[in-house]
């Protein structure tokens, strides 16, 4: 079964500086993997998804993540945080028909 | 363009009553889901759905039913209500390898 492990529960970035929140994943082959933004009380969005094409995923609101099957990882980076990036963010593997998140970062923008 | 919906948004019930969770989807996406998110457990699948009457269970089905007479509709229901029940249901479709989600219902079992 694919497992899905966030590597921090809280991240705390100062407005304008870089932001790396990890996410590792365990499969025996390359599952597609997504990043989702929650902002609070509301619904899951698509931030980006990696399907076996390009390595490094451009998505939106200046996010970006890269696949390095070498070490099993999907990190999402941002070089230059925003108040507004401040929300809980999930790592996502689908493997089949199932979706596997993980257990969700949550990012903090200090002014 | 209203995408996916819940309802309700909020729901107070007691431990043994009945409970429905509505999704209802404008795309025809063929595959539903319905999760449940919980401090420290990030979002957990129920049941998912991949057409109109063909459902198959998540890693956490005990205690809940689904149907999907139609391809919009994806109902939950609890047919007991319990308190560690108590979580906020999200309802998702999917199309193209990409999840679309409801705002979720606020269930509270007391």
């Known amino acids: 079964a694919q497992s899905v492990t966030q590597l921090d529960s809280h991240v705390s970035v100062s407005e304008g500086t870089p932001v790396l929140l990890r996410c590792n994943y365990s499969s025996s082959y390359s599952p597609s993997l997504f990043w989702y933004v929650q902002h609070p009380n509301k619904g899951l969005q698509l931030l980006l998804k990696y399907t076996s094409a390009a390595t490094l995923v451009k998505g939106i609101n200046g996010f970006e993540a890269e696949f390095k099957k070498s070490e099993t990882s999907f990190h999402l980076t941002k070089p230059s945080a925003h108040m507004s990036d401040a929300a809980e963010y999930f790592c996502v593997a689908r493997t089949g028909n199932q979706f596997y998140f993980g257990t969700g970062t949550s990012l903090t923008v200090i002014p | 363009d209203a995408g996916i919906t819940q309802s309700p948004r909020y729901k107070i019930t007691e431990t043994g009553r009945q409970v429905t969770l509505m999704c209802h989807q404008t795309w025809s996406h063929s595959y539903m889901f319905w999760y449940r998110q919980d401090l420290g457990h990030g979002l957990r699948l129920i049941y998912y759905?991949?057409?109109?009457?063909?459902?198959d269970k998540g890693e956490v089905p005990d205690g809940y039913v689904v149907s999907r007479s139609k391809t919009e509709n994806f109902p939950l229901t609890l047919e007991s209500a319990t308190r560690s029940q108590t979580s906020v249901y999200f309802c998702a479709s999917s199309v193209s390898d990409t999840q679309y989600f409801g705002p979720g219902t606020r269930l509270t079992v007391l």
């Open positions: 759905s991949a057409a109109a009457d063909i459902t």
